[in-house]
């Protein structure tokens, strides 16, 4: 009988898996796992199932996020945060994200950050997903033992470190909590206050401020506009906006774009590659994140360059460590929560035997193909993630394995 692509002939087998990170990913991946037959543990920091969704008002002990003993905060959401997809594209397949009649929920179609957090509480209890997860479990350090063909995890909860084996792991840490500065030529003397947008919260803290913001993000866009209500001035520097819509904006008493910054001075201006200037009391960044895994050790099998993480065969299996090692949510600019349903049914699949992967050789030539077309149409290496126009052909590649 033909076999669907990539089907797997070996028995199937279940797996001891080890996730890290409970928030959108990481749930329905443990579901996904489970469904398939794996034994799962999901190992979560927080003190609840979510990731950025669960908001927090803490901010971090450096607001620019550049102090590597700073104390951390892992949620980026502010507290006007309402989602920029309608909840619709927004649910997984079999537990879509409807709206409750209960006078405690939000009815909207972009409801607001809480909202999303209890539709995911909601999946996680309705799956038993919950009885998986080992709050305040940090993941300290994910190392290969070869002697053993088997993964160590070393992790902390409160005072007390544990030690154990896993088959494989799936990484869902997350890739919005490790802030991404740009340089400012003359910001280390410049007497105003710098910080990045993960550290926002909400407008209070600016009353009567002049502040730049750096970035023309949907976070951007979003802090500005909650900043236009209480600050003085609000400023935006972008780099990829056309030039006719630079200047004051319209509906707008006091908000202006502006082409992006050429340089700042002592006496607290920012001046502006098209000549113009403000005296500015703080720099807001928007510059987007890092991605980031303090605790995997790989010999080097994945590294981060310039925000490519990889090898990455298809964004998720690093070819010399597939399938015992993979990552769920590294793309961006994506539905997020229907791809990673998908990716984590292809995972399940292939650790259980059910769907093969090609070879370690052909993966790699699959990676190098993708690098090869991006270096050519001048895509960034920081945007080898971004799926943007190209996501239904992602979404197409990963859908064809649920069916295998
Ligand atoms: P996270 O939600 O970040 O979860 C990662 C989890 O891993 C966290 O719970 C964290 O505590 C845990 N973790 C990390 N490291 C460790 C460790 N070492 N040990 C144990 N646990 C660990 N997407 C949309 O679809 N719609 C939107 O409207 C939308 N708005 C957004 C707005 C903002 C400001 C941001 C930053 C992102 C937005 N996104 C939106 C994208 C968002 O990233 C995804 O929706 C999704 O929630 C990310 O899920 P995740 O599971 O990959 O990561």
């Known amino acids: ?12 087998v279940s797996r001891h898996v080890a996730v890290i990170g409970a928030g959108a990913a990481g749930l329905v991946t443990a579901r996904e796992l489970r469904r398939e037959g794996h034994s799962v543990v999901v190992f979560e920091r927080g003190d609840q199932v979510g990731g950025l969704w669960v908001y927090t008002p803490n901010v971090e002990s450096d607001q620019i996020g550049l102090d590597p003993t700073r104390t951390t905060v892992h949620s980026s959401v502010y507290h006007s945060l309402r989602t920029n997809l309608p909840r619709d594209s927004m649910g997984f397949s079999d537990y879509p994200f409807v709206a409750k009649d209960d006078p405690d929920r939000d ?47 070393k992790s902390k909860q409160r005072h007390k470190e544990m030690d154990e084996i896993f088959d494989a792991v799936v990484v869902c840490n997350g890739h919005y909590t490790q802030p991404l500065v740009s340089h400012v030529p003359g910001i280390n003397k410049w007497s105003g206050k710098q910080m990045h947008s993960h550290n926002y919260r909400d407008p209070k803290p600016f009353q009567d401020q002049v502040v730049v913001l750096i970035g023309n993000s949907a976070s951007a866009f979003d802090i500005s506009r909650d900043l236009v209500g209480v600050a003085k001035e609000v400023h935006i520097a972008a780099r990829t906006v056309k030039c006719e819509t630079f ?37 807001i960044h928007c510059t987007g994140y890092k991605y980031h895994f303090p605790f995997l050790e790989t010999n080097g099998f994945v590294i981060v360059d310039d925000n490519r993480v990889g090898p990455l065969y298809k964004h998720i299996f690093p070819p010399a460590l597939a399938p015992w090692l993979s990552f769920v949510g590294i793309p961006f600019q994506v539905i997020t929560f229907p791809m990673f349903e998908l990716q984590s049914k292809w995972i399940a699949g292939v650790l259980s035997n059910r769907i093969t992967l090609p ?6 030539e699959d990676v190098k193909a993708l690098y090869s077309s991006l270096e050519a149409s001048g895509t960034p290496k920081r945007e080898t993630h971004a799926l943007d126009d190209k996501q239904v052909w992602w979404l197409m590649t990963y859908f064809q394995y649920k069916f295998c």
């Open 1 to 12: 009988m033909p076999q669907s692509p990539g089907h797997a002939t070996q028995p199937i």
């Open 247 to 283: 200047g004051k904006q319209p509906a707008y008493d006091n908000l202006w774009l502006h082409p992006m910054i050429k340089n700042v001075c002592e006496d607290g201006s920012v001046h502006f590659q098209d000549g113009s200037f403000v005296i500015a009391n703080i720099i």
């Open 107 to 153: 009815p909207r179609l972009f409801p607001g950050h809480r909202e999303v957090m209890m539709y995911l509480q909601d999946f996680a209890r309705e799956f038993g997903i919950d009885e998986l997860v080992r709050l305040e479990t940090e993941v300290v350090r994910v190392r290969f033992v070869e002697e053993e063909e088997k993964w160590k995890i």
């Open 359 to 364: 070879s370690q050789e052909e993966m790699m």
